[in-house]
């Protein structure tokens, strides 16, 4: 039974991780950028939910959009002040470049907000939970599992049914051939940035209802993301879906094999490493992930 | 013999690095003896252990090309292992780095085999995965002290056996010592078979191993070097703040910083390094000691290293040293 719960629990989570990991995939896919920063934008999207839930006194579902618009508003200006520029240097560049806007974003945060952990403790859903037979689920989980799916839908749609979201698709599969044909490569490259910050700030919203906002938290999600990426193949959208279902399946499941046995090695504390350590097995073994094609 | 004499060859350098290194190592000699209070002579420790570090990663990373950034794990080895054995069975530092070493470069090889399969972003988050799972087993391990680390047992008596002393001053000699080492290495490192094999690989990796070299091993065999470079420094990080926890010798901003280090002032050169260590070790302190005592002002220190990170990232990658050079070539 207790598996049964950790199931339905991590499935709800991997509909989060798979938002969260979408735009990581995004951007990798058109522009070929590892976003570090990518956990911070995160991090910015629970602030951005906490302090405008607090200082207006709304519910923090209300404050989803400006979220979406910070995350947004934060991936065009990073695409625009540094990305731009970090495309003209080598791989590692790259990679330092947005180390760089991750450690920002993160003392930036720490800056400002200081260091303590908050919670947000008023809100529509906040501590009320649904039982369906022997199952509780908490109202806020449920929230953020079912608006990350339709999120993510909604990008889906945007991504195969518009004209703008088949020319980064274009872009992310041939980007030489698909400025050939007139899609203007910086134009898409912007826009990556902004579905990018825009999920992710979403994402961080949602999150927001239930979880503890600190300055650091990024760099867990990050590398979470990361595993999702691996796991559904680096450009792969349905894979990503499907990876961050898996991992939310694996992270909750995990633990509860771990209780079975009393060991300092498969306490709950162990349900992230797990996660990385999936992601190296992974990308080890079956680099182009799940569904991927690109290598 | 002749590796030896090849390593205290400096004679390709220019003139002006030749003299640039010996005012550098006279001052390094003459340190102690200059009246630096205790807290600068702490950066000074900090700066040559760095600038350890650096070199080590300088050799997959700087002229091997692959963007490391999992080297903090083997600071832990190299510190867990000095640190465990002292406590655990009174073992002397004499004999517990050198096992450090050893164990440090047994697991590089066995985690290097299946890391080097990647290639480019793949392979940099797989070191940091790498990285954060050693680290999430050291914290919960309690066998090792888990989270709240492990104490050194402090001795009445400076004792050389256990590298305990009175004065920084020894600590400061013993880590000069270990840093000549290294650049002596380094030195041999860069004109050696797998030096130029490295390069070549960073270059043009295809043709690299068309041209019969086996990129695999090659990235393995530095990558090993490496990790015997940094647990090196790791023990002596142990003996020197005699505590050490997952944090302070395992967590990721290290693998970062020591990255760093070696990028900012010039991947793939011999000074880079040593360059990248001198400025942003001291930056690095003062601004945490100067903001400590204006209190509230917790992570601008980092978030000045971040912009720093983020500016020669997209305007010049290749360092301090490759503007240097960019101007030398300027001026003749």
Known sequence: ???????????????????????????FGVMNIVNFAHG??????????????????????LTLPVAALVGVLLGIASYYSLIRYLLRGPAIAQ?????????????????????????????????????????????????????????????????????????????????????????????????????????????????????????TIGILFVMIAFACV????FGSIKGVFFAGLLVGILEM?????????????????????IVYLAYFIIVVFRPQGLFGWKN | MEKLKDALDFRDFSRAEQVGFTIFSIFLLLFPWLGAGSFVKAVMIQFLLFSLFGMGWNTVGGYGGQVEL??????????????????????????????????????SFMIGYPLFRLKGHYFAIATIATSLVLQDIFANWKLVGAAKGIELPIHDHPDFLYMQFKSDTYYYY??????????????????????????????????????????????IKAYSIASAFVAVGGGFMAVYNLYIDPVSVMDLDLSIKIALMAMLGGAGSLWGPTIG??????????????????????????????????????YQPRGIWGIIEQFRRKGS
Not at chain 1, 154 to 173: D, E
Not at chain 2, 76 to 83: D, E, F, R
Not at chain 2, 192 to 216: F, P, W
Not at chain 2, 289 to 311: C, R
Request: aromatic share 16%; glycine share 12%; proline share 3%.
């Open chain 1, 40 to 61: 911070e934008f995160l991090m910015i999207g629970m602030y951005t939910t906490y302090w405008t839930s607090l200082l207006l006194d709304i519910d923090p579902l």
């Open chain 2, 70 to 107: 999992g080297k903090a794990q083997y600071v832990g080895i190299g510190a867990y292992t000095v640190a465990l054995t002292m406590v655990w069975w009174k073992i002397p530092f004499w004999v517990s780095m050198p096992m450090g070493i050893l164990l440090a470069v047994g697991y």
């Open chain 2, 277 to 314: 260590a001198a400025f942003l070790v001291p930056l690095d302190r003062f601004l945490g000691s100067w903001l400590g005592g204006h209190g509230g002002l917790i992570g601008l220190d980092f978030m000045i290293y971040a912009m720093l990170i983020m500016v020669v990232s997209a």
């Open chain 1, 230 to 233: 691996a796991l559904g193949g």
């Open chain 2, 174 to 219: 013993f880590i000069m010592v270990l840093f000549y080492v290294a650049i002596f290495y380094m030195n041999w490192f860069r004109r050696s078979k797998l030096g130029y094999q490295l390069r070549m690989i960073k270059d043009d990796e295809d043709a690299a191993e068309s041209l019969g070299i086996d990129t695999r091993w090659c990235k």
């Open chain 1, 95 to 215: 990679l330092f470049g947005t180390f760089g806007l991750m450690l920002f974003l993160r003392y930036l945060a720490q800056f400002l907000f200081g260091i303590d952990y908050r919670i947000i403790q008023k809100g529509l859903l906040i501590g009320k939970s649904l039982s369906i037979g022997p199952f509780i689920f908490d109202w806020t989980k449920l929230a953020a599992g079912i608006l990350s799916l339709f999120a993510f839908a909604f990008v889906y749609y945007f991504l195969n049914k518009t004209k703008t979201g088949k020319a980064l698709q274009a872009t992310s599969i041939n980007k030489e051939a698909a400025s050939y044909m007139g899609i203007k490569t910086d134009k898409m490259n912007a826009i990556a940035w902004a579905i990018g910050g825009g999920t992710v700030g979403i994402a961080g919203g949602l999150l927001a209802n239930f979880y503890y906002i600190y300055p």
């Open chain 1, 1 to 27: 039974m207790a598996l049964i719960d950790a199931l339905l629990q991590g499935i709800l989570m991997g509909l989060l991780f798979a938002l969260v990991a979408l735009g990581l995939n995004i951007i």
């Open chain 1, 253 to 273: 499941v995990f633990p509860v094999f771990g209780s079975l046995v009393n060991s300092d090695f498969l306490g709950p504390h162990f349900k992230f490493t």
